[in-house]
């Protein structure tokens, strides 16, 4: 299948083709798949490009008085071939396949091989006199919905400005649990962990047999639990020893233990290895306020090399 759209417009000036392209380039931002000949590479086959209209979903042809002008009266131009190879296809597809947008164009004027019929429009004219800029959020809604397929009638369709709000709050939530946002390579680092956005609440360091995964939950106002679920063992280190000998001592049987801020924990992964993590900041979860504030622990960590 082709692409969602296909623009068949006329190089009238630079401002008429600057338009046109800011017209696809928020199309594309919508989401849709459009075709224009700004993205024809050079040494491209222009009319191979053009040919592909039959392929494309809808089409849809800019016409400002210039348009009409080279459609009708210049078949050797680029508007011209177009317009013969689009009323070839015309009569093969359904009515809602093509569109026409005028832009000056205030009498809404068709090419002649349209022949009395009247397929649907989009009224972009603007008047200096008139105190509406074109192109309003309202036309570029009703120009998406109709390359969409869905209904004109909006009574019961959701505002875009409501759409793009719930787009923008599905990608900030999917980026807080975007696993690469909660993992370092570093053998050796500091972070602000706020864990309850973590897939398990879980921070990962490290790689191969010296990576660990830090999982925490919320304790006191001062401290965290933190488990030896995703590694093999976690320890509080009660008293400075050094070496990974001294440091193993610390570890225990229990799936959790409870550091408080200034306290440092020793973990053990499938492999062996140790790390040592000091707890520098712990902030619970506060829903007592006018604003949420959520859980996190600053810590940092280190891997024994002697382990």
């Not at 190089?11 to 224009?36: C, M, N, P, Y």
């Not at 009395?116 to 009703?142: C, I």
Request: proline share 4%.
């Amino acid at each position: 299948m082709g692409a969602d759209l296909f623009i068949s417009y006329a190089w009238t000036s630079d401002k008429h083709r600057e338009w046109v392209r800011l017209l696809a380039a928020q199309l594309k931002t919508l989401g849709f798949d459009v075709l224009i000949d700004a993205d024809v590479d050079y040494g491209d086959d222009l009319n191979g490009f053009m040919r592909r209209v039959g392929d494309s979903r809808h089409v849809l042809l800019v016409a400002d008085r210039n348009y009409v002008e080279r459609a009708d009266t210049m078949p050797d131009s680029g508007v011209g071939k177009e317009n013969r190879w689009i009323a070839e296809q015309y009569a093969g597809h359904e009515a809602a396949w093509l569109c026409v947008l005028f832009i000056d164009n205030h009498g809404c004027t068709l090419p002649a091989w349209f022949d009395g019929r009247m397929p649907k429009g989009f009224d972009f004219n603007h008047s200096p006199d008139s105190l509406q800029q074109f192109p309003g959020a309202e036309q570029v809604e009703e120009l998406w919905r109709w390359i969409a397929g869905l209904p004109a009638n909006r009574d019961s369709a959701t505002p875009i400005a409501t759409l793009r709000q719930r787009a923008t709050r599905l990608e900030q939530q999917e980026l807080r649990t975007e696993l690469s946002q909660w993992r370092s390579p570093d053998l050796e680092g500091q972070t602000h962990f706020e864990y309850l956005d973590a897939p398990g609440n879980t921070f990962t360091w490290g790689f191969g047999d010296s990576e660990f995964g830090f999982h925490v939950s919320g304790c006191g106002n001062d401290s965290v639990y933190v488990y030896k679920d995703p590694i093999t063992a976690v320890g509080v280190i009660r008293s400075k020893q050094a070496g990974g000998a001294g440091l193993a001592r610390h570890l225990t049987q229990g799936r959790t233990v409870t550091p408080h801020v200034g306290q440092s924990v020793v973990l053990m992964n499938e492999h062996g290895r140790l790390a040592v993590v000091d707890i520098i900041k712990v902030q619970r979860e506060d829903t007592s306020g006018h604003e949420y504030v959520a859980p996190f622990v600053d810590f940092r960590w280190q891997v024994v090399e002697s382990s």
